[in-house]
């Protein structure tokens, strides 16, 4: 399936400021960039550099005192691997590669050690796999309130599962929380997602299952093989679209995904998804 | 029923230290202290003070530098009322009395403001009444795990929901929480505890129903009817049994509330116990 | 000094809700109220209460769905006590009226146990009495950042002490934080204020010092004796103008506080100011 | 200069289970192992692997039931880089490489966001450089207490702020926060540390400035070129010398590092000291 996908985002610059934007999807086997313009305010330097471990991509902006907008397109061919869910087991620690390992810990927003004991209780007696993820993604989609505003950037998980509200983020949060509890490692995926209403950049998660991470998206508001993989990282405070280090402020917004061959009236895939082996 | 109550508080003062002691049962028409007895060090200052709201009894004490030795010892008669919890109704907000609002309020301990939404999904849709207080004392009973040095001075009941374990302590905040939450008034209450294992201070809590308060223990570790009030507030910030103020450090502690008159083979009653019309 | 004070609230309520409001000044011999007028929706039920600790005066209102203006004006007479704030002692726990002594617990918004290492070390060498307290809200008022909106009905004071940025009612809850933590009862204060910009509910402090409650303003923002006390309480959380059972949601508020016979060019008063006793 | 290092670890083991160690230090161009061995249980399955971004060695091992020790010792000799802190300026974001730059997000331990405007009022107007660092060590060292039991394995950056007591961990996460707070990577190391009284694995922190990586150690309670690194990360979740997934307690713990041609008389470096350039 192809898309048309981009983002613009305008800022008002007070100071000469560096802005790291993670705005371009990923290239991957299954995720190939057909096409790509990147509008940078002229005259300012950027350079474009993809991490070693993540491939993420991002760009590096200074930009001087004024107005400025940045702008990305691209056209994008999606190929997921589709697997039957009743076959994707859970890897014991014992086995698991030591590259996804790192995605056990805790981290700023995925509180796993605070929320332990309950994930263990809720979760742990049901049978290991790839349905035990679901589950996690269907109790988090029957208690926790889609609330606009309910969450801001210090939210964390475990104040998610208190306040019962949240945001893509949050649930992609609590779903990475609980998964790492149980000893699947899980991180946190920042995508482009068609049918997404309103559109905006939206958060999923992955959980390394059988040989390779899945797709899960507890929010249950695009289809799994309608997402564009921007960044993953440990949560949110690694995967940023943008971080400003200066003083800047964001004064319009806009964010797009078009299916350019697909019929958005298709029922959404059953089967598990996957577009990234490591 | 008639109890044999008491404890033992022993010290090192390191500088001249200041105690507020709240370990004296409260005067009540339905809990009469027959006889009792305190003893502190000989040579110090003390005086005792019932505060004017609570009716709590506290001993204030100046102690100098050295060892200290304090107990209380009393016999104690409760004569508690008992009724039948399905005949007693939940108060609107519009009808309650002023004088058991703040009771409603949040405080220390009781978070009801953080886990207001998480309370009206789970309890809201119950029948309002004395069982929908059963049903969340059931709930804690039946989702938090009793662990000895799982909670600290700090613990909120925001913690304790998250990290689903906690003392008699914690599980009296929970419900508290809950129950302002639901727009119902709710107190903390310490206790000397008959049948209590191991014996210690314990940690219940009130709740207002109908036109008075009656007794919860969501722990299930002693009889309601043989629970001898110490004190009441809005959490155990308001009553704990020792406050120091100064340098002193617990060396021993005793407490201990034994049946006079009963035996400790009957089953507990099932019916509404209070002891406290206000 | 007399003033002319009043609110102004309109809510769109949505269901049958309970509105308890402290809006109307406390009566007390050093504030009096010289005229008033209360307008609540005709046809809805109300009554007045006065509690019988804090003396607070609670509107509790019962409304009807649609859209409701509650508004209540007054002219008071303002004669605060003043005194010389280098004759104002603190008094020792141990000598401490009981009353008074609720008010060293930790509460809902002042941690007073969390940052009481702080407040040992930051003013605990400082010389005790009026003057201790007068750092205390220096300290605030110099390193906190008044920023609105950088709270929110859940902060704390240890919030507050890690973000350093707040509104009134936090700069009240840190200067009860670090008084009570140093073993000064405290308590939370709501007022009309004049000259406050813009003009709102205002929260200040009181602390015990001496034989009576002194006010203290770390936000500097208003004359200490030209607060109208309208409420007190542990902190915000016994102190809201309005809490509200069922659901409504406010459409417009105004707030005012006009001095009838006084120039707002005068200078303020340095000296100790006390509008009560009790 | 060479150290024999090492550690004993007991556990009883209660069901097949999984440790993850990171106990062996790293190898690095500047800190060579000139000898060691590693003593599992027999009959044990164990892997050793290196981690591609940090280069962190850990040990896999699956224990039966029942009591195990792992013992690691060995020889390493340590030739750190000198430098004269006044020559080492901080890089701007603008110019820091981009693997360096995941070290300026929050993490589990190190909230920077929400301790941001507090390292902004108090190092912000700073001369950037080596020596900001060298302050922010300054102010820890005189601000919080190092008080043993202090936190625990949920203590924050900003707990420890608040709480103004700690152990070398806290030190270090406080270390972390305020450097990333302006703009300086920093990472959490793990250590085994000369002269350290009592011993145990120490916590200590880098910052890249200049073109490395520099060694920070607010504790100032070992030399910083007696330091053999073990590992680095985000902060203590990435950097525990032992996870444990299954059922195991700790039963013994010794922990040693020995200068082998050192005098402990000699009086600590006061250079600016790297052992790692990436």
């Known amino acids: 399936m192809q898309f048309s996908i981009g983002s613009e985002l305008a800022y008002t610059v007070g100071e000469r400021t560096t802005f790291i934007l993670n705005i371009a999807p990923l290239r991957l086997g299954r995720q190939r960039i057909l096409a790509e313009r990147l509008t940078v305010p002229e005259g300012q330097t950027s350079e474009e550099k993809v991490a070693h471990d993540t491939t993420n991509r991002y760009l590096r902006l200074v930009a001087e005192p004024g107005d400025i907008v940045i702008r ?49 209780r809720q979760f742990g007696p049901l049978t290991p796999g790839f349905s035990r993820v679901t589950e996690i993604c269907n109790w988090i989609h029957s208690e926790v309130d889609y609330v606009a505003g309910a969450s801001d950037t210090m939210t964390t998980a475990a104040d998610t599962f208190a306040l019962r509200a949240g945001v893509c983020r949050d649930y992609a949060h609590l779903g990475i929380t609980f998964c790492r509890a149980l000893g699947i490692p899980a991180r946190f995926v920042s995508a482009y997602a068609w049918q ?83």
Request: glycine letters at 4%; aromatic letters at 12%; proline letters at 6%.
């Open 72 to 120: 990305y397109e691209a056209r994008v061919a999606l190929e997921p691997d589709y697997h039957d869910p009743d076959t994707i087991p859970e890897v014991p620690v014992a086995e698991l590669p030591l590259e996804v390992m790192g995605y056990l810990n805790p981290s700023r927003y995925c509180l796993s050690d605070e929320l332990a004991r309950f994930a263990q």
């Open 196 to 278: 997404l209403e309103p559109q905006d950049f939206h958060a999923v998660f992955e959980a390394w299952l059988g040989d390779r991470w899945y797709l899960f998206d507890a929010t249950r508001m695009a289809a799994l093989d309608g997402l564009v993989r921007i960044g993953c990282g440990r949560d949110a405070a690694d995967t940023a679209f943008c971080n400003i280090f200066g003083v800047a402020r964001s004064t319009a917004m806009q964010v797009w995904c078009n299916a350019i061959d697909a019929d958005a009236a298709e029922p959404w895939t059953t089967e598990a998804v996957s577009i990234a082996s490591n």
